[in-house]
């Protein structure tokens, strides 16, 4: 579902986004003002422009416009192709405009930005690059050549040369600035939307499977009396058609079959009941429940509460909510652990009377330093493994996705998450290699997830209350 999502976001995509109609609208904007910007500065400034070349120009422009919107419907949206052909003639458009009227030394040449910025916030960089260079090659021509400016008495406007050659660097070095910096902004709009979407996507996954993990629960929970019932007659009529063989293999078979009903539903349901057991849980269940895919993957998982293994971790643990988000997030850093760890990942959990915190941690590489500061953020591609090859992660493609994930899951939580690796988290220092792994600390990469108490716990467990009575099961008249 994430990697559909990915795909569906790409660069060439989004260049088919662009409306034909945003475009003419934008262009009857320019005609109106390039026609009111030569009424005033013919009758106004009393400025010398020859009308009749100036009207042709803007009236290719105009017939443009009443073409595109008679031919293509109003919702047609431009291949990429197309985009830059309509760019492309709106830029030699006021080029042409700006030749007949003064060049670099009309102030308005300053609009021969705007093709190259929708580019830059809409098409490829390909794209970009072309309209930029044709932007150059544009400036450079009004620079060169260029009709001159005259009022009407006759007087020739013209600014210094030293003005025209600093308006030309100005606007080259505008459109480079402009240009990058409107794409970087724009593509990493659209990479974190991306990865909301696909968290959102990775959200809805994981409760739908916990809706219906409740579901399978309480069907277990109402079928268990029938099956029950339907063992024990089965059983009976075993023993009572002892003289009938084939009979009573037919009870026999009966009686297996209830079994395999009952174990069949007792592993679908065991990952959810829709009562207050499941609504709220110790830490250490949410934990185990978020690591239990991830434990027959080759590696070893050592959970440890306050320093202890779970058989013998103290019974006064903090109770938090069994949400989605938590246990997703949770679920991606355990994965991230055991993709990139040699042996072994850590799951640590501790608390005081502030803070409840979570360790994941693994004996891998450890995050490369120059990525330490950027971990967390949509399409990091992947953490290197500067000793492994590429089979580190066999099934994975990796969108860089993963702790994106985790971590805007578990920051909606209330947590906050560090990164770190195992020689620099100062929470965490290692130990020598040769000891127990039940005794030692990380070495790669660990990950610290933070919750306030007061955010966190449930108030039922604060306050050491009554669990509560469960909810009947309603089916539907």
């Known amino acids: 579902m994430m990697e559909s999502a990915h795909r569906f976001y790409t660069t060439s995509t989004r260049s088919d986004w662009l409306r034909l109609r945003t475009l003419v609208l934008l262009r009857w904007v320019s005609i109106i003002g390039q026609?009111?910007?030569?009424?005033?500065?013919?009758?106004v400034l009393h400025i010398a422009i020859p009308?009749?070349?100036?009207?042709?120009?803007?009236?290719?422009?105009?017939?443009?416009?009443?073409?595109?919107?008679?031919?293509?419907?109003?919702?047609?949206?431009?291949?990429?192709?197309?985009?830059?052909?309509t760019l492309l003639f709106d830029l030699g458009q006021l080029s042409v405009l700006l030749f007949l009227t003064g060049g670099l030394?009309?102030?308005?040449?300053?609009?021969?930005?705007?093709?190259?910025i929708i580019a830059a916030t809409n098409l490829s960089l390909r794209a970009t690059v072309f309209l930029g260079l044709m932007f150059i090659l544009s400036t450079t021509i009004l620079r060169l050549y260029s009709?001159?400016?005259?009022?009407?008495?006759?007087?020739?406007?013209?600014?210094?040369?030293?003005?025209?050659d600093g308006t030309w660097i100005a606007l080259v070095t505008a459109v480079l600035f402009v240009g990058i910096y409107a794409r970087r902004v724009t593509l990493e709009t659209y990479s974190m939307s991306?990865?909301?979407?696909?968290?959102?996507?990775?959200?809805?996954?994981?409760?739908?499977?916990?809706?219906?993990?409740?579901?399978?629960?309480?069907?277990?929970?109402?079928?268990?009396?029938?099956?029950?019932?339907?063992?024990?007659a089965g059983a009976e009529l075993a023993s009572d058609l002892q003289d009938q063989p084939e009979l009573q293999k037919d009870a026999e078979l009966i009686v297996e079959q209830a079994d395999r009903c009952r174990d069949i539903l007792h592993d679908m349901g065991r990952s959810g009941k829709d009562d207050m057991h499941m609504q709220n849980a110790p830490v250490s269940a949410v934990v185990e429940e978020a690591a239990e895919p991830h434990r027959n993957r080759g590696k070893t998982l050592v959970l440890r509460i306050d320093g202890a293994p779970p058989q013998d971790a103290p019974q006064d643990q903090p109770e938090i909510p069994r949400q989605a988000e938590i246990v997703h997030g949770l679920r991606n850093l355990v994965q991230n652990a055991v993709d990139f760890a040699a042996h072994t990942v850590w799951i640590d959990i501790n608390w005081d009377d502030t803070y409840l915190r979570i360790h994941v941690g693994d004996d891998g590489p450890g995050y490369p330093p120059e990525l330490i500061g950027r971990i967390g953020d949509p399409f990091v591609r992947k953490r290197k493994n500067r000793e492994?090859?590429?089979d580190t992660r066999p099934g994975y493609e990796g969108m860089g996705l993963g702790l994106f994930i985790a971590k805007t899951l578990l920051e909606r939580s209330g947590a906050a998450l560090t990164f770190a690796n195992g020689t620099e988290a100062p929470w965490l220092q290692p130990d020598a290699h040769d000891t127990p792994p039940e005794l030692a600390r990380p070495t790669g990469a660990i990950v610290e997830v933070v919750w306030k108490r007061t955010d966190i716990e449930t108030k039922r467990s604060l306050i050491r209350g009554p669990l509560g009575l469960n909810k009947p099961l309603e089916w539907p008249k």
Do not use: M, W, Y
């Not at 069907?219 to 099956?227: D, K, M, R, S, W």
């Open 51 to 85: 009308l009749d070349l100036s009207a042709t120009v803007i009236g290719i422009s105009i017939a443009f416009n009443i073409a595109a919107t008679v031919v293509f419907p109003e919702n047609n949206r431009l291949s990429e192709r197309s985009a830059v052909l």
């Open 194 to 232: 991306d990865a909301l979407s696909a968290t959102q996507l990775a959200l809805g996954r994981e409760q739908q499977l916990t809706a219906l993990g409740g579901v399978v629960a309480a069907a277990a929970h109402e079928l268990g009396t029938p099956l029950a019932t339907i063992k024990l």
């Open 105 to 116: 030394g009309n102030p308005f040449s300053i609009l021969l930005l705007a093709p190259v």
């Open 147 to 164: 009709g001159p400016l005259l009022t009407t008495d006759g007087q020739v406007i013209r600014p210094p040369d030293i003005l025209l």
């Open 388 to 390: 492994t090859t590429t």
């Open 35 to 43: 026609a009111s910007a030569i009424f005033l500065a013919t009758q």
